[in-house]
């Protein structure tokens, strides 16, 4: 008897400890009463295989609520990191812009107070207004650009006009009357039209280039907020801490074990790509742009000397100037003697202009260049691209979430320290049918991305508008933008014209080589179709 019972004792397979595990499990902050201090029977789990194991029921449920969030987490900080790269540089233009316009305002005041004296302090207000305009068009976008360099160039021409021929009496109607004549006579020279040419299209690209950093910080801003479904998280479970539960404590998932679990979980972000990457695209033309012939620092910086060379035209021709008015508008009336010479010595208009030497220009705006500005930016602008398609490798390149590549035979599969046998599945919602990992929902569109995504195609046909010279309507940036974070700017009858974008894919193909594929698309268009419609509808009122 003692002989039978003592094989049946060494028989009988020794309970492991789970000391190891225990000791993990407390170090992230949860009750050591929970872990079992040697193995147990694993009826009780749900997700992690069963059998022997070192987890507790309470124990998985507190390790699928720490592997969401170890998920949340680092999502976060790649996105985060992309979002500040794009809000400093943001800041850091729109600091640039506005102090560039502040430079290019005091440098013609401090010219013009040497150079005209009183005679330009009596009318500083119209060359106020002028820079008021250009400000409040780089802030709020609503200031047609050629309508508003036109008043002023008319304006200037009606003061000019009245202090050219300070002795005649000049009713307000007759000052309209010259105005009128500022396109026929061109007494500023060619000045007028250069220089409506070249800030208009600075101006449009500048402001453009620099929402366009904006749309993009709120659009991964907004991102980058996950939020696991139930599926994603029991199979985030599976990766991360079910191997703890077998003891595997130092063993990781195998990198494709983690890059399906990532494209599952991170599948409406991978359908960002698309038009992410064409948006990216857009930024890049604008910024050549703004390196060259629309360099808003090439227009802005000698804006006062382009100014003064037209009102010394304008001096030099007065005589003809002045003839031709008379004799379309009439003969204007004659001061009386008395205020005639009283009006010549308070106004004669016969001060030359004078340019200051480089050395007393006011000093770069915001401590640096235009084209330093442009050129860090287009080096984070190419980093950016393909950046939600890479994103699932990008997680799963950190050591946390997973073992290197190199390390196949000896990683977690999800059920033991093996190698993972199954084919890593596509990116995007589409592809996600046949992952082997989590199950996803390949009808069900993710709202807030569609919104994004439609901010991203607005954007992007502003940019093409901003290369080619046009003017934009832009919306502003606020909370309400892009649905819940960024937002876009077009009136419901134009935003189909204005989405069209003809682009190439990741394979040269451009969207024309793909009506071959369209019978597979098919079934979806109505339901695409009807989705576009609601989102316009919702979001018309926020665009406007």
């Known amino acids: 008897m003692v002989v039978l019972c003592a094989g049946l004792l060494a028989a009988e397979p020794k309970s492991k400890s789970c000391s190891e595990v225990r000791r993990l499990y407390v170090s992230k902050g949860f009750n050591k009463n929970d872990a079992p201090t040697h193995e147990i029977n694993g009826d009780h789990l749900k997700i992690c295989p069963q059998g022997y194991t070192c987890c507790s029921q309470e124990m998985e449920e507190k390790y699928s609520l720490q592997s969401k969030d170890d ?9 985060n990191h992309l979002q500040a790269v794009f809000a400093s540089r943001y800041k850091k233009f729109d600091e640039f812009f506005k102090e560039l316009l502040e430079n290019a305002e005091k440098s013609l005041n401090d010219m013009f107070v040497k150079t005209y004296g009183r005679l330009y302090m009596q009318n500083s207000e119209l060359f106020k207004d002028l820079f008021g305009e250009l400000k409040r068009y780089y802030v709020a976008g609503s200031v047609n650009l050629e309508e508003m360099l036109s008043d002023f160039w008319a304006r200037l021409l009606e003061r000019m006009f009245r202090l050219v021929n300070s002795q005649y009496h000049f009713t307000d109607e007759y000052l309209e009357c010259v105005s009128k004549y500022t396109e026929q ?21 500048a402001r453009t280039f620099a929402q366009g950093l904006a749309v993009a910080r709120d659009v991964v801003s907004k991102v980058s907020v996950v939020n696991p479904t139930a599926q994603c998280t029991h199979a985030l479970l599976k990766m991360i801490y079910c191997s703890h539960c077998q003891g595997l404590v130092t063993v990781k998932p195998c990198y494709n074990y983690c890059s399906n679990i990532m494209r599952g ?57 002045s003839q031709k008015v008379f004799q ?80 196949e035979d000896g990683c977690w599969n999800g059920k033991g320290k093996s190698r993972y046998l199954f084919a890593v599945t596509g990116n995007g919602l589409a592809n996600q049918g046949n992952n082997p990992e989590v199950q996803v929902d390949t009808s069900k569109a993710d709202m807030l991305i569609l919104r994004q995504i439609m901010a991203l195609r607005v954007m992007t046909s502003k940019m093409k508008n901003a290369y080619n010279g046009n003017d934009v309507d832009f919306f502003d940036i606020s909370d309400e933008s892009s649905g819940e974070g960024s937002g876009s700017g077009c009136e419901y009858q134009q935003c189909p014209s204005e989405l069209e974008y003809n682009a190439t894919d990741h394979s ?18 109505p339901y695409l179709l009807t989705v576009s419609c609601i989102l316009f509808l919702v979001m018309q009122r926020e665009w406007r």
């Open 71 to 79: 998920f949340k987490s680092v999502v976060s900080e790649q996105c």
């Open 185 to 205: 006579l061109k007494p500023f020279g060619d000045v007028p039209r250069k220089l409506k040419l070249q800030v208009t299209r600075a101006f449009v690209a």
């Open 265 to 321: 979980c991170l599948a409406h972000q991978g359908d960002l790509d698309f038009e992410w990457n064409n948006f990216i695209d857009a930024m890049l033309m604008v910024a050549e742009r703004l390196e060259g012939p629309f360099n808003i620092e090439s227009v802005m910086d000698p804006i006062d000397v382009k100014i003064s060379d037209a009102i010394m035209n304008m001096q030099e021709n007065s005589v003809q100037v």
């Open 328 to 407: 379309g508008c009439g003969p204007p009336k004659p001061l009386p003697a008395g205020r005639i010479s009283r009006s010549i010595s308070e106004g004669a208009f016969s001060a030359r202009f004078r340019p200051y030497h480089p050395e007393e220009r006011p000093t770069t705006a915001a401590g640096t260049s235009l084209d330093r500005l442009v050129t860090d930016v287009k080096e984070k602008l190419k980093e950016a691209k393909k950046f939600w398609s890479s994103l699932p490798s990008t997680v799963c390149n950190d050591e946390r979430m997973a073992a290197g590549n190199g390390n």
């Open 508 to 525: 040269g193909k451009s969207a024309g080589d793909k009506a071959g594929g369209a019978g597979a698309r098919a079934g979806a268009q």
